[in-house]
């Protein structure tokens, strides 16, 4: 069969999308590689596919140009990723390659909506297939079933459209263990141009992003992957797939994008060792709780290449962190940011405004723990209610939202929440104080000279990094930007 995997463009051709399963997000600067497109690929093309990929996101590529690509592979079938607020935009792929043949199959990827199979379907006429969970395997099941003229609605968890019908087939709302050991690597040579990928700033050197594990076991409220089944790529796998990306596609940044990098800490030490010894010039950055680093740990990790490491802290209140479900420590965050920094690791902190139970006096024990802190680097979002979560179902219990809130609007920069003690602008407001306390902070500003000054090699991200942050905040309100 012949098979089109594709990245659809940048929201409105400018602002590029994340569209990953943890991570289905718009951001202003990161253009992050389509890892699970490439693994998909490298999935079908191991079963006698031939394979396409087009990355229009990171190429910059506008539907136009897409259309003509389409037609001039002529597949039999489609697929792509989407995500809740691109949705519209997202579903032009669908739409154009239906324009240049209604026989071509259409079949979209999204994570976060996996609980309306049948509503996206129903705002999605030109998609023809809908899978939310475990890709790695229903779409083998699905071409299969295509090849041999099978019924479809034996697959389960999937939404399929027949003509003016729609079937949700039967019920799959878990997250099926991987098998690493059976998948190969990533189709890493489809990829046109590596140097079309970076994180928030620019870097030197080819810059990729690795899942080193799937699910996670924590249990927070606010979290689209919480709670599924978890389990490791084993070490020796994901030291193969580094020789790969750095002896033969000069990657020297890698983003190991796992939820929680150091949960097994023998296999972090174990990975840690192969890069020093193995990939000396590469650097990476992970993300990870901070109730699961320790000094010994972060000075191995730092050793090793790592120069960032991004710990979702949501609050300074520990009574939100508590309803949060987060299972973490105000004091906690504060070691954890304290010893990474005095590892030499560049400290980037998430936090969440808005969460239950926030009041103006939560959002200025937030403040108070930045200002104390001073991370490196901060996110400020606004709670967002994903359907399937435990904080949609407390939203729509308290009447926090209404039970058909539109997906399409769940941005992380607008208020969807509705409190009472708390308004939209001022929970909108809070997030660009945040914002502002930190970044225009001469403390903060202070902290970063001196950094660079002892890390030379930062110059040139630490000023991008600043300017970046000046632009997000006078031009573009924080909008679509973190």
């Known amino acids: 069969m012949r098979i089109l995997l ?42 006698g596919h031939e394979i396409e990929f087009i990355d229009a996101n990171g190429t910059v590529m506008p539907y136009p140009e897409l259309q003509s690509q389409i037609a001039h592979f002529s597949p039999d079938l489609l697929i792509f990723r989407f995500t809740p607020t691109t949705h519209a935009w997202d579903m032009k792929t669908a739409e154009i390659a239906k324009q240049i043949s209604d026989r071509i199959v259409t079949l979209g990827l999204c994570f976060t909506l996996h609980t309306l199979i049948h509503e996206v379907l129903e705002r999605s006429p030109s998609l023809d297939i809908y899978i939310p969970l475990n890709w790695e395997t229903r779409v083998k099941q699905i071409i299969a079933g295509i090849q041999e003229n099978r019924d479809l609605s034996e697959i389960p968890g999937i939404g399929i459209r027949n003509g003016n019908n729609i079937l949700v087939t039967t019920e799959d709302n878990f997250i099926e263990t991987t098998d690493f050991s059976s998948l190969s690597l990533p189709a890493y040579d489809l990829i046109k141009d590596f140097r079309s990928y970076r994180p928030n700033t620019p870097v030197s050197g080819n810059y990729m992003v690795i899942y ?114 987060k299972g973490i420590k105000v004091e906690e965050a504060k070691r954890a940011i304290l010893w990474t920094k005095e590892a030499g690791i560049k400290v980037y902190t998430s936090f969440i405004l808005g ?22 680097g901060a996110q400020f979002n606004i709670a967002v209610p994903y359907p399937g979560t435990e904080l949609y179902n407390m939203a729509v219990k308290e009447r926090l939202i209404a039970e058909q809130t539109d997906w399409r609007t769940l941005y992380q920069h607008k208020a969807i929440l509705k409190y009472d003690n708390l308004s939209d602008k001022e929970l909108e407001d809070a997030r660009k104080n945040a914002y502002r306390s930190l970044y225009f902070n001469p403390r903060w500003i202070l902290q970063n000279v001196l950094w660079i000054i002892q890390h030379p090699e930062d110059f040139r991200l630490g000023i991008s990094y600043y300017w970046k942050n000046v632009k997000n905040y006078y031009w573009f309100g924080m909008e679509h930007a973190h």
Not at 21 to 41: F, G, H, K, M, Q
Not at 270 to 297: G, M, Q
């Open 212 to 325: 080193t594990s799937k699910g996670c076991p924590f249990s927070c409220v606010y979290c689209t992957v919480a709670k599924t089944p978890f389990n490791l790529k084993p070490a020796e796998f994901v030291i193969k797939e580094l020789d790969t990306l750095y002896s033969h596609y000069n990657v020297r940044l890698v983003s190991f994008f796992d939820e929680t990098f150091t949960i097994d800490r023998k296999r972090t030490i174990t990975i840690c060792n192969a890069i020093k010894k193995s990939f000396p010039a590469l650097h990476w950055y992970c993300n990870t709780r901070v109730n699961l680093v320790d000094p010994e740990l972060l000075s191995i990790m730092q050793a090793s290449g790592c120069r960032g490491i991004a710990y979702g802290v949501e609050s300074g209140d520990q009574t939100i962190l508590d309803t949060a479900k």
């Open 6 to 47: 594709v990245n659809p463009p940048r929201l409105n051709n400018i602002i590029p999308v994340t569209r990953e399963d943890r991570c289905e997000v718009t951001d202003r600067y990161a253009v992050i590689p389509p890892y699970s497109l490439l693994w998909l690929a490298a999935i079908l093309r191991n079963e």
């Open 355 to 376: 969460l239950p139970g926030e009041t103006q006096k939560s959002i200025e024990n937030t403040l108070h723990f930045i200002h104390e802190t001073l991370p490196h």
